[in-house]
């Protein structure tokens, strides 16, 4: 059966935590988190099969000293689901005597995923918040709603096809590939449709690539354009990601004149 996965101890804390609305601290003396700092800025990518495992690392203060982290917990902005989990402990760099750097470790199986909740588990990808709770050394804590925006992202994938090979200077080149990601559903990827995916040229000998044009995936997540062939290189596609998917670049598809 399908159920929701809380990434927080205790049920009743849990539903408090996932209702509250907006920004919320409540705790006892002067214990504070100044600073939250996910997977260290970057996004999490979650793909079909590849257990991830990513630290949150939480600056707190407090006049008698830092302890340690006693909850942590991580869900979609929106819809309040989650299906990333905390393994409990937690470590804590000292940076002064009243301030230290506490990082726990969050991890997710994708095949925990489509069994944590009773929706499109795809669903949850986007926008996550983190919640927190901290103790000092003098038993003061602090319980911490919101404390840090982040994105997981569903994985994606991309290929380029350039043909023919090798092509005469100034006849056409056919240039294809395919846009899929992972569907947390069925732990397989399914083509990604209506996207804008760029198509890149690095010309033979030179640093970097350029952009030549856009192309639209089909239904099924599918690219195809003709370009001109001027010089011998290495064609691309390129994906910048949107809100739920990573960014992805194919691997260079190198084509010589003849």
Request: aromatic share 8%; with cysteine; hydrophobic share 40%.
């Amino acid at each position: 059966m399908r159920h929701r996965l809380w990434a927080v101890a205790g049920g009743a804390a849990a539903l408090a935590l996932l209702t509250a609305t907006g920004a919320h601290a409540e705790g006892e003396g002067d214990i504070r988190v100044t600073k939250t700092v996910v997977n260290k800025g970057g996004n999490v990518i979650i793909g079909t099969a590849k257990t991830i495992r990513y630290p949150i690392a939480v600056t707190v203060k407090d006049d008698s000293g830092v302890k340690k982290i006693t909850d942590l917990a991580t869900f979609n902005r929106s819809n309040g689901y989650g299906f990333i989990t905390w393994d409990g402990d937690s470590s804590c760099v000292r940076k002064s005597a009243t301030t230290s750097v506490c990082t726990g470790t969050m991890t997710v199986d994708p095949g925990w995923i489509a069994d944590s909740d009773d929706i499109d588990s795809n669903r949850v990808a986007g926008v996550w918040r983190v919640d927190a709770t901290v103790k000092a050394n003098d038993g003061d804590y602090w319980i911490s709603d919101d404390i840090a925006e982040y994105k997981v992202k569903r994985a994606a994938q991309l290929t380029t096809d350039a043909s023919p090979e090798p092509v005469a200077k100034g006849a056409q080149l056919t240039v294809k590939g395919k846009l899929s990601r992972a569907n947390w559903e069925d732990l397989k990827y399914h083509g990604y449709p209506g996207q804008t995916v760029r198509l890149q040229f690095r010309a033979a000998g030179a640093a970097h690539y350029g952009t030549v044009k856009s192309v639209k995936t089909d239904n099924l997540g599918r690219l195809s354009t003709k370009v001109t062939a001027t010089a011998a290189g290495s064609w691309r596609w390129y994906f910048p990601g949107t809100t739920t998917t990573s960014l992805k670049v194919s691997a260079g598809d190198a084509v010589a004149l003849r």
